[in-house]
């Protein structure tokens, strides 16, 4: 949770930084820039989520066992 409060923080910083960027770049290297910063914690956050669907059916397959 942390990488991933830290990742939206750089997202800020970055948005904020384009911002003085020259107009003529707006649909080019900002765009470029934008979309690289945003994957970050949309990474985190798949990654994070896969975890716990694991953890969740590992766990749900030991109770499994358990049972039989």
Do not use: H
Request: aromatic share 8%; hydrophobic share 40%; charged share 25%.
């Amino acid at each position: 949770m942390e990488a991933w409060k830290n990742s939206i923080s750089l997202v800020k910083e970055m948005y904020g930084m384009l911002i003085a960027f020259p107009e003529y770049e707006k649909y080019t290297l900002t765009q470029q820039i934008r979309r690289a910063v945003i994957s970050a914690p949309s990474d985190i956050a798949k990654m994070e989520s896969c975890q716990s669907v694991k953890v969740t059916s590992s766990e749900t397959g030991k109770n499994a066992e358990k049972m039989i």
